[in-house]
Nanobody, 122 residues
Framework: QVQLVESGGGLVQAGGSLRLSCAAS????????MGWFRQAPGKEREFVAS????????TYADSLKGRFTISRGNAKNTVYLQMTSLKPEDTAVYSC???????????????WGQGTQVTVSS
């Protein structure tokens, strides 16, 4: 059974930073493109960032460029989302996702994690 497990969420003050991690069990992420999404209360889920299996290609939501950075671990089996200069509007459940095709991970990834809560206080 494939599982993606996120960690690193929590409560942080505005202007602070957090690093989220996503690790897989039952699946080797090498060869998979990875993405991060978020869903705030009462809002639709939105794309945050994606990274190719090699780590060489990244894509970001325009509104988050410069504050968020997606990366892969050296073994390619962990994906990170470094978030800086956090704002209250970044409060959401953040989920990671995986898909064999980079073009699909942003739109309709095959695998999803359960999510981790990020709360930014003002």
């Amino acid at each position: 059974q494939v599982q993606l497990v996120e960690s690193g969420g929590g409560l942080v003050q505005a202007g602070g930073s957090l690093r989220l991690s996503c690790a897989a069990s039952g699946l080797t992420l090498d060869g998979y493109a990875m993405g991060w999404f978020r869903q705030a209360p009462g809002k639709e889920r939105e794309f945050v960032a994606s990274v190719s299996w090699s780590g060489g290609i990244t894509t970001y939501a325009d509104s988050l460029k410069g504050r968020f950075t997606i990366s892969r671990g050296n073994a390619k089996n962990t994906v990170y989302l470094q978030m800086t200069s956090l704002k209250p509007e970044d409060t959401a459940v953040y989920s990671c996702a995986a898909d064999p095709r980079y073009g699909s991970v942003k739109l309709n990834p095959v695998y999803w994690g359960q999510g981790t809560q990020v709360t930014v206080s003002s």
